[in-house]
């Protein structure tokens, strides 16, 4: 039988080979693909984030586990959904307009899908009638924007605004972060929260759809 223990510990150590291999035994045994992802997959990331938060992990070995995590998940997501399964919530997530700094925004994009929420990346250097048409199109439940560059933090102001004038903002979180973001610019420009890393993303995002 399956061990979802082996499979916790492949995400947790970023072995994407075992993951994988353990997901597929697990489908073959028709194992309920919410029970991996219940008690193995979300368990591994968000102990992989309390690491990095103790500072016993770093960047490279979250990418590690999310890049496991989210070799497994590619496996579930077909079973997933044809049976409807509903996510924690939709997230549509991007580095605003003139930032082409991704590797942060990658980062929080995998933690949450190893949250468990349906994440809509648009890359970096999107621009706010991006954010906009996925709001309408999407129908997410949070926005999150990242900026790396103090010269691109007034894209994050900017975007917030073109929400408001599409008659959007009222219908979605908004959560902004990156190197340069504060907490007090956060609540300057209308956002609706603030994380300084991936770990705190996720814990930021399960508060805000709760709120």
């Known amino acids: 039988m399956a061990d979802l223990n082996k499979l916790y510990q492949a995400i947790l150590t970023g072995d ?3 993951a994988v291999a353990v997901t597929e035994e697990a489908l073959a045994e028709k194992i309920d693909p919410q029970v ?4 193995a997959m979300i368990p591994a990331m968000t102990e992989a984030g309390n690491k990095f938060e103790c500072e016993e992990y770093f960047v490279p070995e979250l990418l590690l ?3 496991a995590m989210k070799a497994s998940l590619a496996l579930l997501r077909p079973l997933l959904a044809e049976r409807g399964a509903e996510p ?3 997230v549509v997530i991007g580095t605003v307009k003139g930032d082409l700094h991704d590797i942060g925004k990658n980062l929080v994009a995998s933690m949450l899908e190893g949250g468990g929420f349906e994440v809509h990346d648009l890359g970096a250097d999107v621009p706010p009638e991006k954010f906009v048409a996925a709001v309408r199109e999407k129908n997410p439940h949070l ?3 990242s900026a790396l560059l103090t010269v691109t933090m007034p894209a994050m102001r900017t975007t917030i605004q ?3 004038e599409a008659g959007v903002r009222q219908q979605v979180k908004v959560m902004v972060g990156g190197a340069p973001v504060t907490p007090d610019y956060a609540r300057e420009i209308g956002a609706d929260g603030y994380a300084d890393n991936a770990s705190s993303a996720v814990k930021k995002a399960r508060e805000l759809l709760a709120a």
């Open 88 to 90: 924690v919530g939709r």
């Open 162 to 164: 073109a929400l408001k």
């Open 143 to 145: 926005v999150c924007m």
């Open 16 to 18: 994407q080979k075992t």
């Open 36 to 39: 991996l992802i219940n008690q």
């Open 65 to 67: 586990a999310a890049r």
